[in-house]
Structures are given as C-alpha cells and as structure tokens.
C-alpha cells in the first residue's frame, strides 16, 4: 500500500517559501504550541472542524450525516461540536452544510496523488527557478511521508525546501536533508526557558539540529518571527547573532529573514473553539523593525522583513 500524508492546505502560486514560484504543502501535526500560531488548525495529527458560527442557522443537517456524533443540537437549538471526539475526515457534514459553515481540515493524500498536483506547476518552477515547499504544522512530524515525496521530487528534477521549526530527532533532520535544497528554520527564541513559555518546548534540539546543517553545509535560511515585547530586543537579537556569527562566511548560510506579527490566524482559533493566547497587539513598529534589520546588517548577515 502507498505511503500516505495527512495533508490541510496546499497553495500554488506561493511566492515567499523560498525562491521563484513555489507549491506550498502543508503537513498536519505541531510539536509546539506557538502562542502567535497562524495556523492552529494544523497543530494536531488529526482532521480539524472549522466552525463559522456566523453563517450556522441551526438546522441539523450536519448532525445526521455525520458517523461519529461529534455535531448535536443543545437543549435551546444551538449546534454544538463535541471535540473530545475525534474527526475522521470523512467531509459528510461539510458538504451537507447548505451554510457553508463547517471545513474540514486534514485529508490523508498518497504520495503520487500529491506528486501529480506538484508537477501541474513544473513549467513554472522552471521558469522561476522555484519548487515544492512542504510546510505545516510541522512537516517533519510525518518524516517517513515527507522523506519519501522530497525524494520523488528530487528524482523528478524539483527544487525541494521544507519550512521547520527543527524539534525533530536528529536522525530524522539528516535523513530529510539528504532531499532537501534549503531549509527555511524558524528560531523563534535563543533562550530554553523562555523558548518552552512561548512554545511548549525547549530549544537545545532545536539548534543543535540548526547546528548540524549549517556546519555540514546544508542550505539554511533563518526565519525569525517577531513580537514585540517578546524576542524583539537587544538581548534576544544579540544572541541570535552571537550563534551565527561562526557561520557568517559560509556560503550555505542563506541569511535572515524577520517575519513581523500578524493576525491573520486570529479568526481560526475561533472557529477551532479555542481561545486565542496573546492578548493585545504585539506588532512591531516599522522603526523597531528597521532597527533590528539594522543591528543584524552590522554584522554582514544578509537580512530582509518578509510581509506575507
């Protein structure tokens, strides 16, 4: 039987998930807890029920199609999801929904199913000098399915890039590097203690794993998302640079790019029955940004902002 991912989104056309014009694949499952997540629904290893309570009339359409009685009806008539109970993807009751109210995401695809939708691109990719990047949640949380598509790919003549948070094995990393052209790693935190609050995970794999590719020559771009009051200042960005400062003359050393705060992923925390972590708005000023753009060019880092 062929290898299957578990797969939430995939987005052609994607143009900041390393170079030219990509296909971005988004891997189901997250071993951190991000507080800024901009995609919760892809946090667990399992489908996920997006809910617009908005456009629900109430009706009950969903409640007798779907096999596993997560959907009901309160006493007073208002829809409810039960999600102790896992989802098995089967999509019967969003597409029995006459709202459009309910998505589900996370659908188990082979590798040659997900193959093909890549290869529609290639004359792009091309043209562009772009690819395939696999994304999530976490791409390395499925290593055995993400290893085997990189490859296929790389027979295929793709460019490869994996977006990670690098909280895998160490022999799964190097393993998947074997596939990869460049690897865009997020440090979201130089310090352990601080690193578990933010995320629910220390960081001493983390950049052991960044460690690992940078000296052994894998292509590595940073990836650094910034909040204010969180890991915007001197401290944290001297850090930063104090660790890649043996690296800086490494051609493989693909630089920085800082990735400002957005709310973009707000709404799905809502829509998930979860409560959002971060109160208020920690974004940054275009000043602030300017200054650590600046603090990390001191030191010869190539280093851009990155606004999707």
Known sequence: MERKALIFNIQKYNMYDGPGVRTLVFFQGCPLRCHWCSNPEGQLKRPQILEKKANCTNCGTCVRQCPQGIHSIAVGGQHQIDRQIECIGCRKCENACPE?????MGERKTISELLEIIEEDKPFYDTSGGGVTLGGGEVLMQPEA???????????????AIETCGYARP????????????????????????????TGVRNEMILGNLQWLLENRQNVKIRMPLLQGVNDGRREIE?????????????????????????MGVNKYSQLGWNYPIEGDPKLSS???HRIESEIKQHNFPVSVVRH
């Open 100 to 104: 459009s109210a309910l998505a589900i």
């Open 146 to 160: 993400a290893t085997s598509l990189l490859q296929v790919c790389k027979q295929r003549g793709i460019n490869t």
């Open 171 to 198: 022999e799964v990393i190097q393993r998947a590097a074997e596939f990869v052209d460049l690897f865009l790693f997020d440090v979201k935190h130089m310090d352990s203690e601080r690193h578990f609050e933010l």
């Open 239 to 263: 850090a930063l640079i104090n660790f890649l400062q043996p690296y800086q003359d490494y051609k493989n050393f693909k630089g920085v790019d800082l990735l400002p705060y957005h709310k």
């Open 287 to 289: 000043d602030d940004l």
